[in-house]
């Protein structure tokens, strides 16, 4: 990844300032490569495929890798099934496999054969990026199911969704926020404006499920939260937070409290210590859960106002497109 960042600088003359930007100059980079320094000079393709229909086809081949939920690792036979599925989301664009499969592992070098019948991608991330570009160059109704869709199986769409969000803003911003992100600054508001304690203890568990730090005696060694489907990028900030202020209220705690907390917490496994979210909170009493779940509902504040903005600003621009009516 390191070489192909170098070959991305060479190209641009300064480093992408997102890895978004940097997935979208790497295509081209590792396409050019080899021409670079022989003006009108261009290397044929094995795939026959100029380099947009490539990319376009490598796209939705990623795509159906995912969707097909064959990882980073795919068998001969797996490519074959990918590659023929993706023939079917790319008007205009036939190849024979051999050829693509040539240029993507030997002259891009985004995939790998590891000499076991196996070919892999170079690093996952490219994996996730073009199945993202496929859906940005998908159209409205695709993309819109697909927003749908990938709501319900986060822990395939995670990373690409966080793709889609920088390079598919206006329509992550209509089909996918308004979905989830309302709902979520209504409940941790209305939480907050009570100023309840129980009403805090029963949304954070219902965030954090199986939250507990784990103990060493009066030393926080480590910490595990219940992962829930789907989960959203508020939910991570959430956890991190609360595990920060766990961690310093532990530390800054006595004795006393912390092995009162370990007592009325159930270890989660045989022979180990630990505090969970109710014991936490009645004996160890940390500071700043309040403000946490402000910064959460904040930071959930700016991602509806600034997706509104995105939104207005194309419809803007759609309304200055259209003949003014007499």
């Not at 103990?215 to 829930?228: D, L, R, Y």
């Amino acid at each position: 990844m390191l070489t192909l960042l170098c070959l991305v600088y060479e190209m641009e003359s300064h480093i992408p300032s997102s890895l978004p930007d940097f997935f979208n100059s790497l295509f081209q980079a590792v396409f050019s490569r080899h021409d670079r320094f022989k003006p009108g000079f261009q290397r044929e393709r094995h795939s026959g495929l100029g380099e947009s229909k490539l990319q376009r086809l490598f796209d939705a081949f990623c795509f159906m890798a995912m969707q097909l939920d064959f990882g980073g690792t795919m068998t001969e036979d797996q490519l074959r099934h990918v590659f023929y599925e993706s023939l079917n989301y790319v008007d205009g664009i036939s190849c024979d496999i051999e050829g693509f499969k040539k240029d993507i592992t030997r002259v891009a070098c985004l995939m790998l054969e590891d000499g076991f019948a196996q070919i892999s991608f170079l690093h996952k991330s490219i994996l996730e990026y073009h199945a993202a570009s496929f859906v940005r160059t998908s159209s409205d109704e695709i993309a819109e199911e697909f927003y749908l869709l990938a709501s319900e199986d986060l822990q395939c769409w995670e990373e690409v969704l966080g793709f889609l969000r920088y390079i598919d803003e206006f329509r992550y911003g209509k089909y996918y926020v308004p979905k989830h992100y309302p709902a979520e600054l209504e409940q941790i508001s209305s939480v907050l404006k009570l100023r309840d304690p129980s009403g805090f203890f029963q949304y954070l568990n219902q965030k954090l499920p199986g939250f507990q730090m784990r103990m060493s005696g009066t030393q926080a060694i480590g910490f595990h939260v219940t992962t829930i489907v789907p989960m959203f990028g508020f939910h991570f900030l959430l956890t991190d937070l609360i595990e920060e202020n766990a961690r310093a209220a532990i530390k800054d705690a006595d004795g006393q409290a912390i092995y009162a907390a370990i007592r009325a917490t159930k270890a989660s496994q045989p022979g180990t210590l630990g505090i969970n979210l109710k014991s936490l909170l009645s004996n160890i009493k940390p500071e700043g859960i309040l403000h946490s779940m402000e910064i959460v509902a904040q930071a959930i504040q700016e991602e509806l106002s600034k997706f509104d903005s995105v939104i207005g600003s194309e419809r803007k621009k759609l309304k200055m497109l259209r003949p003014l009516k007499s």
